[in-house]
């Protein structure tokens, strides 16, 4: 990667602004004490939390008239 040429259009190049984004999503839902989780109900808790986080109500909505 041409790290000089990111930095210089202010781009991120480091991983932390995605490590923290997972931690908010993830982790202050799904790992909270004594809780257990499927991977399909995982994927759409974590779904309607981006949705929520990313003030993307529709796609709930649609979500929620599909289902």
Do not use: F, H
């Not at 499927?38 to 981006?50: E, I, N, S, W, Y």
Request: glycine share 8%; proline share 3%.
């Amino acid at each position: 990667m041409n790290y000089p040429a990111y930095r210089a259009k202010g781009m991120m190049i480091g991983s932390g602004p995605v490590e923290s984004a997972c931690k908010v999503v993830v982790e202050q839902r799904l790992k909270q004490s004594g809780m257990r989780w499927t991977k399909d109900g995982a994927d759409v808790v974590l779904a309607v939390r981006c949705a929520l986080l990313s003030n993307e109500l529709g796609r709930i909505e649609r979500a929620a008239r599909a289902a």
